[in-house]
Nanobody
């Protein structure tokens, strides 16, 4: 089993920045692809970004390209999501996930509990 714990969420004004972290533990090792998803109230969960286990491959939703950056530190078993130029429509519960392969359509076997991001206008 792999446990994922997100942190770094909060309230920020539009145009501001936040950095989310996802710490892995349990049977976690660096061979998992990591991803971020988000779910806004009344909407379905959507893919945000993913990164391969070596960090060489990254994937982004069109809505966040150029504003968000996913990265990872395998020595710390932690993935990050740097979010810049935040918009009110980025408000959501952000989830970290781990799986064998990266990408918006990939299967993710492990999920965190989520961290809330609220962007005020």
């Amino acid at each position: 089993q792999v446990q994922l714990v997100e942190s770094g969420g909060g309230l920020v004004q539009a145009g501001g920045s936040l950095r989310l972290s996802c710490a892995a533990s349990g049977r976690a090792d660096s061979s998992y692809a990591m991803a971020w998803f988000r779910q806004a109230p009344g909407k379905e969960r959507e893919f945000v970004a993913a990164i391969s286990w070596r960090g060489g491959g990254t994937f982004y939703a069109d809505s966040v390209k150029g504003r968000f950056t996913i990265s990872r530190d395998n020595a710390k078993k932690t993935a990050y999501l740097q979010m810049n130029s935040l918009k009110p429509e980025d408000t959501a519960l952000y989830y970290c996930a781990a799986g064998a392969l990266p990408g918006p359509g990939a299967r993710y076997d492990y999920w965190g509990q989520g961290t809330q991001v609220t962007v005020s206008s």
